[in-house]
């Protein structure tokens, strides 16, 4: 079982930045992925990004230059920084733990509301 909290959403200003934190219950160095999805009004939940145990990335191509996850294993921690925020990224960001072994098994977050607003 794996517990994720995020922390760190809020209102910001067009072309500012945030940072979303993702902490898990347990050590992130036995989860196959973390990532950060997001779910704007009246639109599908989607990827925004992704980071697998070996390091590998992925982005949405919609953020791909403004936006980096990172982690801290030390930590359990999963990072979205955020930079050149618009208000297209308006929406509630929620994190994703899957887990490949013992079971496949996929794990959310409760959600943090993200505002871009001026």
């Known amino acids: 079982q794996v517990q994720l909290v995020e922390s760190g959403g809020g209102l910001v200003q067009p072309g500012g930045s945030l940072r979303l934190s993702c902490a898990a219950s347990?050590?992130?160095?036995?989860?196959?992925?973390m990532g950060w999805y997001r779910q704007a009004p009246g639109k599908q939940r989607g990827l925004v990004a992704a980071?697998?145990?070996?390091?590998?990335?992925n982005y949405a191509d919609s953020v791909k230059g403004r936006f980096t996850i990172s982690r801290d294993n030390a930590k359990n921690t999963v990072y979205l920084q955020m930079n050149s925020l618009k208000p297209e990224d308006t929406a509630v960001y929620y994190c994703?733990?899957?887990?490949?072994?013992?079971?496949?098994?996929?794990?959310w977050g409760q959600g943090t509301q993200v505002t871009v607003s001026s």
């Open positions: 347990r050590s992130i160095f036995s989860i196959y992925a």
């Open positions: 980071i697998t145990s070996d390091g590998s990335t």
């Open positions: 994703h733990a899957r887990v490949v072994a013992p079971n496949n098994d996929d794990y």
